[in-house]
């Protein structure tokens, strides 16, 4: 274990004081007691990560923290930590931009703190902690508490699918016992911005355009309370669906493990105001963009709208006569409902079955005391006969294409609804129809596909009568490109006792090389410079391969990475994390026998810090 350089460790402080100011907080200063309780802490997590990597059961960095401040007399208020990375910037800018480590930087409590790190095993280990100082005598105001009594804002305009997903959101809230969330204008504004940014810069990513993160760009529209969280889809244009997206979405983390941080932040009960805005651009991939804002706070509260119907529809039409049909409706902001023509009040409801003799115009009333609004739909009633099944089913909609390997492609996809009944699925591989699939059918693995091939995918329902869907949208995916031989190197000879490194100028492994080098260990943090020329500064990948002699026994191989990383012992594969990714460590466990081994080693570089550290003991 070494300490960091003093350079290095002032700059952390630094940064978060830039921050600090940059955000309205006074500046923190060097404490003794801080920088001791700092230092002892850095010790502690390193030798505790030693052991316990992330997504390991109960794994808890932070556990002891206070204890160990109080056994120093330091007045401690909270922890944050970082590892991997030697850039206090990209820690203070990037990894610390989530609503508890920016608590802690943004503190109005905290007067000193002291900073630490130690590198451990060639990883980084970094903590802040921030304190109050014994010749502390007054604080900065905090900010204002949640049970504020917002003022009265202004009006805001929310279309139809906005106003439903609001009324659908806290009906799911209180389906599982949380509280509604209201409009907040200032939040509704970045919403707003973000959505119109999204479509039309083409884009589906937290960070917008500007290089902002939801905190600063929240910021920026004036909304400065916390906490704050933030979703995003793409795709499609209606409440319901994308309401269910935001549920039902896995956010799966470097382990793989669902964390469900889309449903959580719907469901978070210290959220009260909410900004939700969508935006569409027929020419970005996907079509529809949503924004969904959440604040702890409700800094000024919307005046009253008019009720507000989100659609009127029936299941059927033309019917035929003695048949019925079902209307269905979508209202938010209405004390009363009603529908005319016999119907009566459907307050409470949101379907009626009717059954009219003669085609029948239906009209439905949603009133409050703002006013009232109004929409009709027809049911056409054939006295001619029966009528010929000429509707096709609608679009299914591709939810994930997901290259499985080398070999195989992953498909997934939205039921289609019909008149009568979607009969199949029929599936288009680069324009061509490959195969047809049962109604009953929603995801379908394609095993006829080569390695290193880009495919685009579309699905089609069609129902029995014949009649097809137009095949809605597409997705484009590329599948991994083939192994290398086992024992065989794909641009030149593995080392002896050293690794040999095979550049190239994209991500996938292929091509010529554009470097080839020599190394005798793999420890690279290139946070501070990249590769070597002609090596491009990002989406590059590596292939090392070296012989090196093993005595017998069980070994652990760790990892550390940004972005994708496999490993190979004598070519069976031990690691495949072959995806965009942050900072992440793996502990891998294997048996070796005595004698020389082929360790390969793949890597590429996308969206994360380029580190890659590879070593076993």
């Not at 500046?27 to 003794?32: E, K």
């Amino acid at each position: 274990m070494n300490w960091c350089g003093d350079g290095a460790i002032n700059s952390l402080l630094s940064s978060i004081n830039d921050f600090r100011t940059s955000n309205g907080a006074a500046p923190l200063t060097a404490d003794s007691l801080g920088s001791k309780d700092a230092e002892i802490r850095a010790i502690q997590v390193a030798t505790y990560m030693a052991t316990n990597p992330p997504g390991s059961p109960g794994f808890s960095p932070h556990q002891g923290y206070d204890t160990t401040a109080s056994g120093l007399g330091y007045d401690l208020i909270s922890e944050n930590l970082a590892y991997y990375t030697t850039s206090p910037s990209y820690i203070v800018y990037g990894i610390w931009q989530d609503p508890l480590h920016l608590a802690a930087m943004l503190s109005r409590q905290a007067t000193v703190a002291g900073v630490s790190c130690v590198i451990s095993d060639f990883s980084p280990y970094w903590t802040y902690e921030p304190g109050v100082g014994h010749g502390s005598t007054t604080l900065p105001p905090p900010p204002p508490p949640v049970n504020t009594p917002p003022p009265s804002g202004g009006p805001v305009t929310l279309d139809s699918e906005e106003t439903a997903f609001v009324s659908l959101l806290n009906a799911y809230r209180s389906q599982n016992g949380v509280g509604p969330v209201q409009i907040s204008p200032t939040l509704e504004s970045a919403s707003k911005w973000m959505s119109n940014d999204m479509a039309t810069k083409n884009y589906a990513s937290h960070t917008d355009t500007l290089g902002r993160d939801p905190g600063a760009r929240l910021q920026a529209f004036g909304y400065t309370y916390y906490p704050w969280g933030e979703n995003i889809a793409g795709g499609f244009s209606d409440a319901s669906t994308t309401l269910n997206q935001w549920i039902g979405a896995c956010d799966a983390d470097a382990s793989g493990n669902c964390t469900f941080a889309h449903r959580k932040n719907m469901l978070n009960p210290a959220f009260q105001a909410i900004g939700i805005a969508r935006a569409y651009s027929a020419s970005s991939n996907y079509g529809w963009y949503w924004t969904n804002d959440f604040g702890g706070v409700l800094d000024q509260a919307s005046t009253a709208a008019a009720p507000v119907i989100s659609y009127l529809k029936t299941s059927a039409s033309p019917i035929s006569p003695g048949q019925t049909a079902t209307l269905s409706w979508s209202v938010s902001g209405a004390s009363s409902v009603t529908i005319d023509n016999g119907v009566g009040n459907v307050s409470g409801i949101t379907s009626q079955i009717v059954a009219p003799a003669a085609t029948t115009t239906y009209r439905l009333t949603a009133t409050n005391s703002t006013g009232a609004t109004s929409a009709t739909v027809t049911v056409a009633v054939n006295t001619a006969g029966p009528v010929p099944d000429t509707q096709a089913p609608t679009a299914p909609s591709l939810t994930s294409a997901t290259a499985k390997g080398s070999t195989e492609v992953d498909l997934a996809w939205t039921a289609a609804t019909d008149n009568v009944a979607v009969a199949g699925y029929q599936i288009t591989r680069n324009g061509t129809a490959v195969t047809s699939l049962p109604g009953s059918a929603l995801m379908w693995a394609d095993t006829a596909v080569a390695a290193g091939v880009t495919y685009t995918y579309s699905v089609k329902a069609f129902d029995a009568a014949g009649n097809y869907s137009s095949p809605g949208n597409t997705l484009q995916v590329v599948t991994a490109p083939a192994a290398p031989p086992v024992g065989v190197a794909s641009c030149a000879s593995p080392g002896t006792g050293l690794f040999t490194g095979c550049y190239y100028s994209n991500i996938n492994l292929t091509g010529t090389p554009v470097l080839i080098n020599s190394a005798a260990q793999l420890v690279f943090d290139w946070t501070w410079g990249f590769p070597a020329v002609p090596v491009p500064q990002s989406n590059f990948s590596v292939r090392w391969q070296g012989n090196f002699p093993f005595a017998g026994g069980t070994y652990t191989f760790k990892v550390v990475t940004g972005d994708g990383v496999r490993v190979y012992i004598d070519g069976a594969k031990i690691l495949d994390s072959w995806q965009d990714q942050p900072g992440y460590s793996f502990n891998i466990g294997q048996t070796l026998s005595a004698g020389n081994h082929l360790i390969t080693v793949e890597y590429y570089d996308h969206t994360a810090l380029p580190v890659l550290h590879v070593t076993w003991q």
